[in-house]
Every structure is written in structure tokens, then in C-alpha cells.
């Protein structure tokens, strides 16, 4: 079983910043692929940033290349989000993911098997 843990969600105004970090345990070294997820009310959930924990590859999302930065501690057991230059449309649940998967990793909700709870992000102009 994975276990995925994430925290450091809040409450910031338009242009600050915040780190969320997500915490994995269990069978979690099984899992190659790492990525953080959003989904703000009505809407539904979509891929933000994505890391191959043994590479460290990235992949981001167009709404948020430049501001946010994938990162993964050295014995990946953390993954990170460093989220900058926060916008209102920032707004949302973020959701920790883990897959294994075999050539791509796409930031897709279906390509991932194992959730965290979520943090809440509130980003207030």
C-alpha cells in the first residue's frame, strides 16, 4: 500500500508564494512517477507538474511553467512544489499522485493509482 501525505497549503495573496510537500511511505519506492494535481470548484481535476523520481524529469503544465518548480528530496521519499507569482486561478485543492508507469508519464488523473487527501491553496487578489 502508498501512502501520500501532502501539507503546506494556505491562505496568500496574489503574488506570493508557497511550498507544499507530499510525503510518501508503504510500497511508495515501487513508484516511478511522482506529480501534483489541482482541482478548484466546478472544475474538474488537472495536472500541474510532474517528476521521474529516478531522472528527476520534469513536466509542467502551460498555466504554470516559470512560477512553479517540481523538486523531489535525495531519498525521494519527498516530492515538492515550490508555487511563485501565485494568481487567483491558482485557487484550488492540490492532490499528490503516484504511478508506475513504463515510457511516458502523462500528467493525466486516470494514468495515476495513488492519491493524497489534498491541501487547500487559497489565492486571494
Known amino acids: 500500500q502508498v501512502q501520500l501525505v501532502e501539507s503546506g497549503g494556505g491562505s496568500v495573496q496574489a503574488g506570493g508564494s508557497l511550498r507544499l510537500s507530499c510525503a510518501a511511505s508503504?510500497?511508495?519506492?515501487?513508484?516511478?512517477?511522482m506529480a501534483w494535481f489541482r482541482q478548484a470548484p466546478g472544475k474538474e481535476r488537472e495536472g500541474v507538474a510532474r517528476?521521474?523520481?529516478?531522472?528527476?524529469?520534469?513536466a509542467y503544465a502551460d498555466s504554470v511553467k516559470g512560477r512553479f518548480t517540481i523538486s523531489q528530496d535525495n531519498a525521494k521519499t519527498t516530492v515538492y512544489l515550490q508555487m511563485n507569482s501565485l494568481k487567483p486561478e491558482d485557487t484550488g485543492m492540490y492532490y499528490c499522485?503516484?504511478?508506475?508507469?513504463?515510457?511516458?508519464?502523462?500528467?493525466?488523473?486516470?494514468?495515476?493509482?495513488?492519491w493524497g487527501q489534498g491541501t487547500q491553496v487559497t489565492v486571494s487578489s
Open positions: 517528476i521521474y523520481r529516478g531522472s528527476g524529469s520534469t
Open positions: 499522485a503516484a504511478t508506475r508507469t513504463g515510457v511516458s508519464c502523462p500528467l493525466n488523473p486516470s494514468s495515476f493509482g495513488y
Open positions: 508503504g510500497y511508495s519506492y515501487s513508484m516511478n512517477c
